[in-house]
């Protein structure tokens, strides 16, 4: 069974930076099995922030290009997400996923709130 931890999640002000982490285990990943990382704040549906399908290709939401850099670790099973210039409008809580065998598989999550 297919397990991701996230970790990295918090409190930050607006214009800092965070990095979320996501261990991966239970399963055999190949260097081009999608992993992502998605979103969810309150009272909105969960939306995609960047997704990377292994040999350099990535895509990243409109609101997070240029600000955020997911990254994949594929020796170790891990992907993460560098977050800078963190805006309010980027609190939520953010989920770690991973496609294997044409399913998708998700993490608990990591709460990231941006305030002052």
């Known amino acids: 069974q297919v397990q991701l931890v996230e970790s990295g999640g918090g409190l930050v002000q607006p214009g800092g930076s965070l990095s979320l982490s996501c261990a991966a285990s239970g399963s055999i990943f190949r260097p081009y099995d999608k992993m992502a990382w998605y979103r969810q704040a309150p009272g909105q549906q969960r939306e995609l922030v960047a997704a990377?399908?292994?040999?350099?290709?990535?895509n990243y939401a409109d609101s997070v290009k240029g600000r955020f850099t997911i990254f994949r670790d594929n020796a170790k099973n891990m992907v993460y997400l560098q977050m800078n210039g963190l805006k309010p409008e980027d609190t939520a809580v953010y989920y770690c996923s991973v496609r294997v065998g044409g399913n998708n598989y998700w993490g608990q999550g990591t709460q990231v709130t941006v305030s002052s």
């Open positions: 990377n399908t292994g040999g350099g290709n990535t």
